[in-house]
């Protein structure tokens, strides 16, 4: 990938954040940290957009709560690709805490975030301890139980040797999150990340959400599209099938993985909820958002040789 695609894809990080602080403000879900880490939008967003993102931050929320509360919270959180994710600062003000949440994006995001942390208050107060100081320089945070570094995926050195920096246990239970990040990353640099982290950690975890069942006419044009904003996907081909996702993980040493489209996903998230927020905006037709949903998923695959019950995360 050339320089210009790894801006546009950088550019994908500020989309996502302004389409997650769009759906916040229209009630979607509480989220008073969003504010803090992105600008409001100017543009207006389509209610299928709202609604995709509320389903797959119910639904990854859900998936890594599940995993902090049977460790007792003594795991670690590592996002891959987190740009200007939440969830640490959410966690923690619900009571739920991991030993350490670390989140890894280029270095132009992290700068980003470690500017928005020094200015938000809140941001910074909740990362604050009594027996550790915070150290922040331009592109990376280190505190107690929350580090923010820059790294590229593709190279598994910088990955382990920041990941040491964070001081990662790796014996330790270790959930890996990944949005929408390993499509533009090469299919062989990915095998080789997914390898890594079987081969060096005795129980993981892994949490990807991302496009499905792409080889279709709505697929091409999605990957059309893209290009246009000269994203490439150089990792689409694992997005072919939900078993394609799947097999990309027990090809590379994980014992086992599981997943679902978001159209069944959907249809799984706590009933009251999703009807409070069908009742949020009008939709015309529910086409394009079944559409959407059927392009995407989340597969998670698990490493468990001490039968910590990994394998029985799920979104029932």
């Not at 509320?54 to 902090?68: D, G």
């Not at 941001?123 to 570094?149: F, M, R, T, W």
């Not at 991302?210 to 080889?215: G, L």
């Not at 995407?296 to 029985?312: E, F, M, R, T």
Request: proline share 2%; charged share 25%; aromatic share 10%.
């Amino acid at each position: 990938m050339h320089m210009a695609s790894d801006d546009a894809v950088r550019a994908t990080n500020d989309d996502a954040a302004q389409c997650k602080r769009f759906a916040v403000e229209k009630g979607y879900w509480q989220d008073p940290f969003i504010t803090l880490l992105t600008q409001r939008s100017q543009n207006k967003h389509a209610p299928e957009i709202s609604r995709g993102y509320y389903a797959r931050v119910m639904a990854m929320r859900t998936l890594l709560q599940k995993f902090i509360k049977m460790t007792d919270g003594n795991c670690q959180v590592v996002n891959l690709g987190a740009g200007f994710d939440t969830t640490y600062w959410l966690f923690k003000s619900n009571g739920i805490k991991a030993k350490s949440f670390v989140e890894m994006d280029f270095p132009t995001v992290t700068a980003k975030k470690c500017f928005f942390v020094r200015k938000g208050e809140a941001l910074l107060n909740a990362i604050a301890s009594d027996e550790e100081d915070i150290q922040i320089s331009k592109s990376e945070i280190h505190g107690q139980d929350y580090h923010l570094v820059s790294a590229n995926l593709r190279d598994i050195k910088e990955v382990e040797r920041k990941l040491h920096d964070c001081h990662v246990d790796k014996s330790l239970p270790t959930v890996f999150i990944a949005e929408c990040v390993l499509v533009y990353v090469d299919s062989d640099k990915t095998k080789v990340l997914l390898n890594w982290i079987t081969e060096n950690f005795t129980s993981a975890l892994f949490l990807n959400y991302e496009q499905v069942n792409m080889q279709d006419k709505f697929g091409e044009v999605m990957i059309e599209n893209l290009k246009q904003r000269d994203c490439s996907l150089p990792g689409v081909s694992a997005c072919a099938s939900l078993q394609s996702q799947k097999i990309r993980f027990t090809d590379t040493g994980w014992e086992a993985a599981d997943g679902m489209e978001m159209t069944n996903i959907y249809k799984s998230l706590p009933h009251a909820d999703v009807h409070r927020v069908e009742k949020l905006e009008f939709m015309d037709e529910r086409e394009l958002l079944d559409q959407l949903f059927s392009h995407y998923c989340i597969v998670w695959a698990w490493k468990d040789p001490n039968n910590i019950g990994l394998g029985s995360i799920d979104l029932t």
